[in-house]
């Protein structure tokens, strides 16, 4: 997992993927259309690399999702407000729903204690690995707020050495 700011990210790879993927993500206005959006990295529309721009609810902790890929890497960047994350091993975990290929994920019961949280802010980047398991969405304030962010799914061999 990486945690920084959007500032910094050029310390962390030169490779292709990660350049393409921070061009995009430096590119996003709170404005920027929801929805997927193609970041082709060779020109071969392979799906290596996309872009998800959404609006949710922040929700309490316990209700938030607590997952893990295997093929893609996750960037998550806020747009107009924070949202709580946190980030385990996978060994600490018990299995919700086992790995679904077509979405790329398998869910985690929450543990009994969260070790890792931090709040994510606007001008902020968190990258999830495989290994890494994640939840986000997580409120800052006892009131809901609305919050716009970006995922970038990063195919994770992309970003390797």
């Known amino acids: 997992m990486i945690l920084d700011a959007l500032e910094n990210w050029q310390l962390y790879s030169q490779r292709p993927a990660w350049q393409k993927a921070f061009a995009w993500v430096l590119a996003l206005t709170p404005d920027t259309a929801l929805g997927e959006h ?23 902790l316990l209700d938030t999702t607590l997952e893990a890929h295997r093929v893609y ?14 980030r385990f091993c996978l060994e600490e975990l018990t299995a919700k729903t086992p790995y679904d290929e077509a979405t790329d994920a398998a869910q985690y019961n929450h543990p009994d204690r969260f070790n890792a949280l931090f709040t994510l802010h606007p001008g902020q980047f968190a990258l999830y690995l495989p290994h890494d398991a994640h939840l986000s969405q997580c409120k800052t304030t006892p ?11 990063i195919r994770a061999e992309l970003l390797l050495p």
């Open 73 to 86: 890497a996750d960037l998550h960047v806020p747009l107009t407000g924070p949202e709580v994350h946190a």
């Open 143 to 153: 009131a809901t707020q609305t919050v716009r962010k970006a995922v970038v799914k």
């Open 38 to 60: 193609a970041i082709d990295l060779c020109g071969n529309g392979r799906a290596d690399m996309y872009g998800v721009v959404f609006d949710f609810q922040t929700k309490n």
